[in-house]
């Protein structure tokens, strides 16, 4: 299967030229039907590759692509363990989603157009998780990223949909030239960008090298852009602009995992550079805390949804941050499970709500919708750490590891995971329990999603109860699938200063279930029993909820430190500098050329004497300058 690699990203990308160049002609069964084909399809050859995999990486060249002076780069693909899994989840999460977007985007004029998007961005999310080198890698980024900015911006029409996708683009444009710089930098120290030869020398360098801090100081700007980590996580929650599909795909499962995946692609780098892994871990459990807080209040489904993907993200920084790169990977792959979940079953509850996001106007949903019910609380379960869900054991695992690495980052995680299961079953019960607090027209609309959109739903939903069973702890077993299968090209790092005992483990264990059990009764109480719906009247709250409901107003400080001064220097630009300076000298010059014309002009006004006179007078100072000189 190794041989057929290449036809990975291939298969996308032919789906998006068909459906390009097919347009509005198409049929939407058919658009929705090549779409979901090709990534099938890649699928099909990712998971032959996953189950042949060689025992050691390999490299497929497909042809050599820039050789210039000592700077050689092939276009080239990795196949390893890593790049494996990653496959795996961007293929299967992607044809799922693809599946449910035929349902979803039925009555969409542009279907056709938004399954060619989702076809490109599946071809340059490959292309990322399988380049060879930092430059093939870098392509496939900035293509994502492009992509990212057509899917939020889908519904172009909408003005504040096109300043969501315009403050993602060029949030990310950011960490995008930290990233650039940092391949500039890895080439002039290593000479090369090539993963085979950069990673052996860094594996036997010094640590803590004022030039690999460097490098993984500016690929981790980049994937603070990427991933959404602070500062640079604002364009995340805007996002969800775009349709729920995209929600799911890109900014849930897969795109905001690039610059997680570089970082674990990059593990020997960071691994030399424990300096950078302590400020990874720092911001990590900062971006995990401070996304959680802000999720407690939001009353918009996907926007709860999405700073809930800010905190997960940050929960597998801080597991890289004490060098736990599988693990870390672990919860990238159940977070993928019950994230693209949870979206798509709020994309069920928003399709029966005839697109009502605000949760304060939903309630006693679970009749109505049976399927998105049980699937939701499925994946409110796995991302809250209930046994025996996916989330459970990938963030338990992560605990344990900052237990021996950072007390201190330890307790801001376990309050995170605290803050995590009251939000989401804060969200859960103002959805599905108590009475309708919608219009009756809206009442009159619920219903339960087609099986396009449900049959994803069942998948994902038997993916977030049975995924976390890959990595189960050591007092369950002494073989940890996922780890060890990662273990030839990212093995956890030797970081922590106390190994976790079993007690440990086990007190941990009991300590969860107990917090879990007394946050979902609290919950229950709170939203269900006393029926305590969140008040449309911001007068009503407490100043501390104000804040987190404004998003402690970091957008409006961004504004005022950025965009205000910037838009004002761009006025200035506009009206003063560019028509009276830029303006005033190509007129000068302009001015300049007419005069002098003007005066060379009257040399030939075609009076035949002044001709004679010029020509006697020329005469006359040659014969001059030959006998002076």
Known sequence: ??????????????????????????????????????????????????????????????????????????????????????????????????????????????????????????????LLVLGDNYLVLFTGWEGVGLCSYLLIGFWFKHPEYNKAANKAFIMNRIGDLAFLLGIILTFVHFGSITFSEVFPIAKNAATNQPVIIAITLLFFIGATGKSAQLPLYTWLPDAMAGPTPVSALIHAATMVT??????????????????????????????????AAIALTQTDIKKVLAYSTVSQLGYMF??????????????????????????????????????????????????????????????????????????????????????????????????????????????????????????????????????????????LAVLSTLGGFMGLPSIFSHHHALREFLEPVAANASLMSVEPSHFFEWALIATSLVVLAIVIVYAYNRYVKRANVPSGSEQEWDQLSRWSYHKFYVDEFYDALFVRPLRALGGFFGRVFDPQVLDGAVTAVSAGVNGASGLLRRVQAGGIGFYIFLMVFGIIAILVYNLVL
């Open 258 to 291: 690039a610059g997680l995946y570089m970082v674990v692609r990059s593990n020997l780098l960071y691994s030399a550079a424990p300096f950078t892994l302590e400020i990874i871990g720092i911001v990590g459990t900062a971006t995990a805390l401070f996304a």
């Open 1 to 126: 299967m190794i041989d057929w690699i290449w036809l990975v990203p291939v298969f996308p990308l032919l789906g998006f030229l068909l459906i390009s160049l097919g347009g509005k002609q198409l049929p939407k069964q058919a658009a929705g039907f090549i779409g979901s084909a090709t990534v099938l399809a890649s699928f099909l050859i990712s998971l032959g590759t996953f189950l042949q995999l060689p025992a050691e990486p390999t490299t497929v060249t497909l042809f050599p692509w820039i050789h210039a002076g000592n700077f050689h780069v092939d276009f080239s693909f990795l196949v390893d363990p890593v790049s494996a899994v990653m496959l795996l989840i961007v293929t299967g999460v992607g044809f799922l989603i693809h599946v449910y977007s035929i349902g979803y985007m039925s009555h969409d004029e542009a279907f056709a157009r938004f399954f060619s998007y989702l076809n490109l961005f599946v071809f340059f999310m490959l």
């Open 318 to 459: 801080a597991a890289l941050g004490c060098g736990a790169y599988a693990s870390s990977l672990f919860h990238v792959t159940t977070h993928a499970f019950f994230k693209a979940l949870l979206f798509l079953a709020a994309g069920s509850v928003i399709h029966a709500m005839g697109g009502e996001q605000d949760i304060r106007k939903m309630g006693g949903l679970r009749k109505k919708l049976p399927i998105t019910y049980a699937v939701f609380l499925i994946g409110t379960l796995a991302i809250a750490g209930v046994p025996p869900f996916a989330g459970f054991f990938s963030k338990d695992e992560i605990l344990a590891y900052m237990w021996g690495h950072n007390r201190v980052l330890f307790f801001f995680l376990a309050v995170t995971s605290v803050m995590t299961a009251f939000y989401m079953f804060r969200l859960f019960f103002l959805t599905f329990f108590g009475g309708f607090r919608g219009t009756h027209e809206q009442e009159h609309h619920l219903h339960e999603s087609p099986a396009a959109m449900t049959f994803p739903l069942i998948v």
